[in-house]
């Protein structure tokens, strides 16, 4: 059994830590337009994005072809996907269940990481945040953080994003919608890889072994971040999360449990 992770030919740039972690973890990324889904040998991962621009739809596919969906999309669209995608794996256990798909967790991998983080480094910031901010209920709240005294980083990438992670205290997870409640799967990845504290606001179905994340209620988001940053044991926290997504249960074993 050959396993590929398909890259799609326009560059989204979230994803470049899912192929990262892939090549880290010892499998194959190809171009998608590579496929081969005749070959009943092979087995092939994709992005949402991917099976949308899938080649090969014209053959009925011996291939075995697999969605890893880390967006949120609504089951009434499943429709879109070409019938040949016969397979859905979800990395939040509340939206595999509404979606119909198979849970895994999204493990990491320590080489994920530019620099070695170094927790007794200084720090230039409380928080950090790697999300899009605009919805209010995000804006809202960065904003009473602010007001608060408390330092956010600005979001980036390449070079810059390997500085903020590595001069932040902790990472923030605050959902996009109201009734959205699901864990980030590559932004907690990337938290765990850099041995960043993390702290989101309550998902409706927490894995375990997220256990080192606390997860506190939209109302008490301000409080309880205020409240870990000036806990003592706070940048021990990261190193369990480091342990348990990185050793427990890294990237590659998320992977062949499910094949």
Known sequence: MTIHFCRTEHHYRP??????????????????????????????????????????????AK????????????????????????????SDKWYADYYGARYTLLGSHEGLV?????????????????MYREPYRRRYLINRMIDA???????????????ILNSSRCMLHIHQ???????????????AAYKLPLITETCKDKDNLYEFVPEYDYSRLLTSTQNNLNWNGLAESGEWFHSSLCHVHPFRRSVEEML
């Open 63 to 90: 291939a075995r072809i697999i969605l890893w969906q880390l967006e949120w999309a609504k089951v009434e669209d499943k429709g879109e996907y070409p019938p040949n995608i016969r397979e859905i794996w979800a």
């Open 15 to 60: 994803y470049d830590d899912w192929y990262r972690l892939a090549e880290l973890s010892g499998y194959e990324v190809i171009p998608i337009s590579q496929m081969d889904v005749l070959n009943p040998d092979h087995v092939y991962i994709v992005n949402h994005f991917g099976a949308l621009g899938m080649p090969g739809n014209e053959h009925e």
């Open 149 to 163: 005294g408390i330092t956010i980083a600005p979001d980036g990438w390449d070079e810059e994003r390997d500085r």
């Open 114 to 130: 530019d620099t070695p983080p170094n927790r007794n480094g200084a720090k230039e910031y409380d928080v950090c945040l790697m």
């Open 177 to 191: 919608h109201d009734d959205i409640a699901t864990v980030a799967p590559l932004r907690f990845a990337l938290a």
